[in-house]
């Protein structure tokens, strides 16, 4: 099973301030996918096969990465992006999740 | 518009049995591989179980195979899993996904479904 290790584990960011969150991956994979995930709600696809956003996403969020190392930056932080964020990759069966990046609002 | 809806959840003593249904619409569901994935209370999020457009094949976490069994009927639309010889830790919210848009992810999820595994 490839384990996918989030970081930092929790964040916070000002307003207009840039954010980077890192997954690792234990051995290589081919592409790694984005959730965002708000206090009471369901998950919501952010990026996709590494570095495409997902329909309705703002542009100031993207993806990149190869292998073992993926990351997701936000440009400018706002308000609205104040949630917990996870990795997913299936390059290898099982699926699985990172342990998710909690980013808060200064 | 495409709509995912849970049900069946709820309170259910260890060793019991629950069935949960997810309800899709706005889409061709025959089309597409549908998935569980849980997420405990304050937990990150866990994949469950995925089945294949015909339902032709099914595949498990090590954790819940033989306990669950995830199936459709293509002709209602609708997603099930059922779940036996329940633990406490299968206390979670189930969350029913597909990609529709997207391969090897979730483009489209539930609302979740919360089940809880105590007596």
């Known amino acids: 099973e490839i384990v996918l290790t989030q970081s930092p584990t929790t964040t916070a960011a000002s307003p207009g301030e840039k954010v980077t969150i890192t997954c690792l991956a234990s051995?290589?994979?081919?592409?790694m996918y984005w959730y965002q995930q708000k206090s009471g709600a369901s998950p919501k696809l952010l990026i996709y096969?590494?570095?495409s956003l997902a329909s309705g996403v703002p542009d100031r969020f993207s993806g990149s990465g190869s292998g073992t190392s993926y990351s997701l930056t936000i440009n400018t932080m706002e308000a609205e992006d104040a949630a917990t964020y996870y990795c997913?990759?299936?390059?290898?069966?099982?699926?699985?999740f990172g342990s998710g990046t909690k980013l808060e609002i200064k | 518009e495409v709509q995912l809806v849970e049900s069946g959840g709820g309170l259910v003593q260890p060793g019991r049995s629950l069935k949960l249904s997810c309800a899709a619409s706005?889409?061709?569901?025959?089309?597409?591989?549908m998935h569980w994935i849980r997420q405990a209370p304050t937990k990150g999020l866990e994949w469950v179980a995925s089945?294949?457009?015909?339902?032709?094949?099914?595949y498990y976490r090590d954790s819940v195979k033989g306990r669950f069994t995830i199936s459709r009927d293509n002709a209602k639309s609708t997603l099930y899993l059922q779940m036996d010889s329940l633990r406490s830790e299968d206390t979670a919210t189930y969350y029913c996904?597909?990609?529709?848009?997207?391969?090897?992810?979730?483009?489209?999820w539930g609302q979740g479904v919360m089940v809880t595994v105590s007596s």
């Open positions: 051995s290589s994979v081919s592409n």
């Open positions: 996904a597909t990609g529709l848009r997207v391969y090897l992810g979730f483009d489209y």
């Open positions: 096969s590494t570095s």
């Open positions: 089945i294949s457009p015909s339902g032709g094949s099914t």
């Open positions: 997913q990759q299936w390059s290898s069966n099982p699926l699985t």
């Open positions: 706005g889409f061709t569901f025959s089309n597409y591989g």
